[in-house]
């Protein structure tokens, strides 16, 4: 939040959303203004993201942990990168 504030980037709470199953707990306060919409029900510029069995599928293996480490790690790089201490492998 403090990069894009930085850079003039404000985020409408109103419009914010948090996707994720029901039983996810939002312990940043940062985002406890934002609402919490179901997966089955998320949509990008008016198009659902998953159809059918897709949604199924993604909940049903190891995906998530995948989606996390990756969000992880681009995280830290991101955090890293504003640092000025970027790193390429």
Do not use: Y
Not at 32 to 42: L, N, S
Request: charged residues 25%.
């Amino acid at each position: 939040m403090d990069l894009g504030s930085k850079m003039g980037l404000i985020p409408n709470d109103a419009k914010c959303e948090i996707i994720g199953r029901s039983d996810h707990v939002v312990d940043d306060p940062l985002l406890w203004f934002f609402t919490h919409v179901q997966p089955c029900d998320a949509t990008l510029l008016g198009a659902s993201l998953f159809h059918g069995k897709v949604l199924n599928d993604f909940w049903s293996n190891d995906a998530i942990e995948q989606v996390a480490d990756l969000m992880q790690r681009q995280d830290d790089r991101l955090k890293a990168h504003t640092r000025g201490k970027l790193h390429t492998r």
